[in-house]
């Protein structure tokens, strides 16, 4: 038998990088030493927000959820003895990715490489920002500009890079239907060449080499035939947008290239060991079919819902990827669904839905003005507010979760403690101490920058006017200017944008029909009311410091004004300060605190604190997120009424004893619930 070419593989990636420069760049050189074939590189929230790990906002946030990269030394220890020329590097970085990709640059020069072979991707992608991740610095207008003038920049000077990767892995994980992913994607995408093509920086005859280094980055969920069929109507509908608006004939230009990281929403903290096999399923939705399979693919560890996975957790996920392209014949096969009736029935039905979706935006006057008059971000409240009822009926299964829920000793967790990677407390002084030595020597030997205010004040007046702002970035970072300093210069000429946050727009998931669980809890909440003299409980839903993940803290605010509560919920990105200044001016009888970045244990006592200086310890504090169990009992030591984490799914429920814990702050008996 005559051996069958094999199709290449696809780049596998892990997504990785804390603590420090230094102790990435060894987890980096590990991975590539195991067989990874890209570096996938996690920032921490503070360098994908433009602040310096000293900055008031970063308390408790550096290098939790990434690596600090404050300036060109941090980046150069990064990749130290790791030949940039050689990499195909990702980073997942939106609103600061202009300087990360000058700081990039910078060092591979410094390394004696040919710049126009760099390889590899930034994210770049702000409209999802704006509703799900919550890293955006700048409003749409200036957001726009910069991607557009890294785009015209990459064409001309990185010509193997991608300058954007537009993710609708985001919006998945935000409550997104397939429907609304590829619609939301696909208007991100059509925003972002008509700017580029009106810009009048590329010429139209080039406007092929912008559209064929576009890439994207998507989300698999476990509906693996549902996804598989997702990804097919994506190019299909790519390959019409991209000849039909803006008249790419080569087919090369308009192939459909994406990357993937499977869904980390589905995973459980409860039995976490389904987590592998939701992981496996995952994966074959964007590696099976040929003609929609992804370019890259880096998946979740089975742990993540815990904590931070460990080097071997990450390693376990890069096997699963090597034995399907390697053990499987997988690659030895055409097309696995071509001429399959269920497939092509599926897509045309997904693809349909989404262009029709993609006109409504285009009416609205496109994506950005969609973003701003609040329109996208209501819908992805409302579809993952529908999802959560759909699992807390019972409707939607999760076993483990809703489902099969009895299970033996887990081994894999026995010792908590172990099972995650965590991030030593004393790294973020340790970093912040690197940054104030970096400021005082960054003039001397053996550095020598120039001083960087002149960079800065270019940079300013560049920002003023309309040039790109490429050259400008890149000088800064040759200063040794630091991430604060050049999002500082960008916001005094951009200013700042809060996002709409959905909540009050969103519909009502849940009924209160007589006799459901809703209805029970809304007359706790009204008997409650009545008892304290009160026309409203007042409920206040914050998060801290710069996790912007803040999909469950729309929720729990959705079903609480369902409830019957007056909810106060002002976004992403406050101090504990702010938090506790709103709680006092608005009066409220619970504040809840959602953080998913870890930063929990600093930033939550500190809330404690300043409620009982301003003498309001009757205001009981609930927290939600990824809390560690031994986080949530020290927690709760400090004085937090309650610990939610994602085990606990039913946000009803989770109302009811929120009513319970004011309550008993305030002194009151116990209601008698009907059984």
């Known amino acids: 038998m005559t051996e069958r070419q094999k199709d290449r593989p696809w780049l596998m990636r892990t997504y990785a990088g804390h603590s420090t420069a230094e102790a990435s760049n060894e987890l980096y050189r590990r991975n590539l030493a195991k067989g990874q074939t890209g570096l996938s590189v996690a920032f921490d929230l503070p360098t994908q927000t433009g602040y310096d790990s000293d900055h008031v906002l970063a308390r408790g946030e550096v290098g939790r959820v990434g690596v600090p990269v404050a300036h060109l030394g941090d980046m150069r220890r990064l990749f130290q003895d790791i030949p940039l020329e050689q990499m195909n590097t990702s980073m997942t970085i939106n609103a600061t990715a202009m300087w990360l990709l000058a700081l990039y640059q910078v060092v591979a020069e410094e390394q004696g490489a040919d710049i126009t072979k760099l390889q ?11 509703l799900s991740r919550g890293t955006h610095v700048f409003p749409p207008g200036p957001s726009l500009r910069l991607t557009t003038d890294m785009i015209a920049y990459t064409v001309s000077h990185l010509p193997k890079w991608n300058p954007i990767n537009i993710c609708s892995y985001h919006l998945q994980e935000a409550g997104a239907t397939p429907v609304q992913e590829i619609a939301y994607a696909m208007s991100t995408a059509i925003a972002v060449l008509d700017a580029v093509r009106d810009s009048g920086q590329v010429p139209q005859e080039r406007m092929g080499d912008v559209v064929g280094r576009i890439s994207f980055f998507v989300n698999a969920g476990v509906r693996f035939v549902e996804e598989m069929c997702k990804m097919r109507a994506f190019g299909l509908i790519w390959d019409r947008v991209t000849r039909e608006r803006y008249g790419i004939e080569n087919p090369k230009h308009r192939r459909f290239r994406y990357g993937v990281q499977v869904n980390s929403l589905g995973l459980t903290e409860a039995q976490p060991e389904n987590n592998v096999q939701r992981i496996v399923l995952e994966m074959l939705a964007v590696t099976l079919s040929k003609d929609a399979r992804a370019r890259a693919v ?24 090597q034995v399907l392209a390697h053990e499987s014949d997988l690659l030895e096969y055409e097309d696995l669904f071509e001429g399959s009736k269920v497939v092509e029935a599926k897509v045309d039905e997904l693809a349909g839905a ?26 992805l409240v409302a579809s993952h507010a529908e999802r959560r009822a759909r699992i807390e009926s019972g409707e939607e299964k999760i076993i483990g979760v809703n489902a099969f829920e009895g299970t033996e000793p887990n081994p894999l967790t026995a010792d908590l403690d172990t099972a995650i990677q965590t991030v030593d407390p004393a790294v ?8 104030q030595n970096w400021r005082d020597t960054r003039y001397q030997p053996p550095f020598n920058h120039p ?33 604060g300093e050049w999002a500082g210069a960008l916001r005094e000429v951009f200013g ?13 998931a849940v009924t209160a029909e007589e006799g459901s669980a809703l209805s029970e809890v809304r007359r706790k909440v009204e008997l409650t009311a009545k008892e304290m003299g009160v026309g409203k409980l007042r409920f206040l839903v914050g998060k801290p410091g710069l996790d912007g993940h803040s999909n469950g803290a729309e929720q729990i605010a959705v079903r609480a004004r369902d409830a019957g509560f007056e909810v106060v919920y002002q976004g992403i990105r406050l101090t504990p300060e702010q938090i506790v200044d709103a709680a006092l001016a608005e009066d409220v009888h619970a504040v809840g605190l959602s953080i998913l970045s870890g930063s929990h244990a600093q930033l939550v006592p500190d809330v404690l604190e300043r409620l009982r200086v301003a003498g309001a310890t009757d205001i009981p504090v609930i927290a939600g997120g990824i809390i560690p169990n031994g986080d949530a009992e020290e927690l709760r030591a400090a004085g937090v009424a309650a610990v939610f984490t994602p085990k606990d799914f039913d946000i009803t429920g989770i109302i009811g004893r929120i009513v319970d814990e004011i309550r008993n702050a305030n002194k009151l008996d116990p209601l008698e619930v009907p059984a």
Do not use: H
């Open 354 to 379: 989404a262009c029709a979706e993609m006109e409504r935006i285009q009416e609205m006057g496109g994506v950005m003005a969609a973003v701003e008059s609040g329109y996208l971000k209501s819908q």
């Open 120 to 130: 590899g991707t930034t994210q770049n992608d702000i409209v999802k920002e704006y």
């Open 496 to 508: 700042e944008f809060r996002a709409p946050t959905g909540v009050s727009s969103a519909p009502v």
């Open 428 to 435: 973020e002084a340790r970093v912040i101490a690197s940054l």
């Open 451 to 483: 001083r960087p205010c002149k960079a800065l004040e270019k940079l300013k007046e560049a920002a003023r006017g309309t040039g790109n702002l490429m050259e400008a970035t890149l000088e800064c970072a040759r200063a040794g200017a630091t991430t």
């Open 298 to 321: 880096q998946l979740p560890a089975w742990n993540e819902a815990l904590g931070l996975p460990r080097p071997w957790d990450q390693q376990w996920s890069l096997r699963i990827q």
